[in-house]
């Protein structure tokens, strides 16, 4: 006695039926990527939005030479500026704007507190505010990753896409994330 044996095609379609299902259980749960992606530009749009803290008078309490990013056979150094409300880096090329002060005005993001502009008032050639080292997503051609993070996160949410899509919007919006965060907490 045989038992019934469906055909190949009905094999198939079964199969692509079982994927599918699979695939749109998956996407809907990934959508939290994108959806987490979208809040953290709208904060990062946010902090570059809102107007910055300024800090004047701020005492310089500790300077230390650190190493940067650099292979080894080209080592760079920078200097980790302390105040009583910031920290932030300065390249070598750039230490000598503050390099006699003992004070800085110091102007810096208000909701992830990233230092953007940095004016020492004593020394002649730092009376302009100038940029300090890194900056990270603020202040370079980086600035295009959270953008592309953003874009890429709302068309996942927004559009009718099928669950494939979804699914691979998602995973772009979690790479695209990591290398946000990666240049935010590098440079």
Known sequence: MTGYRPDARTLAMLRREAEEA?????????????????VFCV?????WALPLQQFSNEPILERRPVSI????????MAYRILTPHTSFRLHTRQAFRVQDARTLTVWRTPLLRVVRLVKAPA?????????PYGGGVYNSAVAAFPIMLLL???LGLLLPFSAETRLNTSVVSGLLWLVTLAVMLLF
């Open 69 to 76: 990013g650099a292979t080894l056979s080209n080592p760079q």
């Open 43 to 47: 904060v990062l749009a946010l902090d």
């Open 152 to 154: 890429v996160a709302s």
């Open 123 to 131: 020394v002649a050639a730092g009376r302009e505010p100038f940029a």
């Open 22 to 38: 699979r695939m749109a259980q998956m996407a809907h749960n990934a959508r939290w990527v994108n959806r987490a992606a979208v």
